[in-house]
């Protein structure tokens, strides 16, 4: 059974960083894609980041890009999400997620495993 446990959320000041951390088990982790998603109060869940196997070819959101930055490590079965100049808008759940997909996945119905989310708020 594959498991996903996110890390790293907390509470920040605008302007402020954070990395967050995801480590996969039970699976095959360097033939995942592997993707970051955020969802606020009200708000549906939304695309922040992907990172494809093997080559490791990237997509940020616009609203993200220049910002965060998504990388993995296959020898940690750990991807990682980069948060610099966290703004107010930030504020959401993180979700982890893995696809046994061979492209860089954007959309939350190709991702076939999720974690349970950790919290990220920025305040001013």
């Known amino acids: 059974q594959v498991q996903l446990v996110e890390s790293g959320g907390g509470l920040v000041q605008a302007g402020d960083s954070l990395r967050l951390s995801c480590v996969v088990s039970?699976?095959?982790?360097?033939?995942?894609?592997m993707g970051w998603f955020r969802q606020a109060p009200g708000e549906e869940r939304e695309f922040v980041a992907a990172?494809?196997?093997?080559?490791?070819?990237?997509d940020h959101a616009d609203s993200v890009k220049g910002r965060f930055t998504i990388s993995r490590d296959d020898a940690k079965n750990t991807v990682y999400l980069q948060m610099n100049s966290l703004k107010i808008e930030d504020t959401a759940d993180y979700y982890c997620?893995?696809?046994?997909?061979?492209?860089?996945?954007?959309?939350?119905?190709?991702?076939?495993?999720w974690g349970q989310g950790t919290r990220v708020s920025v305040s001013s």
């Open positions: 990172i494809m196997w093997g080559a490791g070819l990237t």
């Open positions: 997620a893995a696809a046994r997909r061979r492209w860089v996945a954007s959309m939350t119905v190709d991702y076939e495993y």
């Open positions: 039970g699976g095959t982790f360097n033939t995942y894609t």
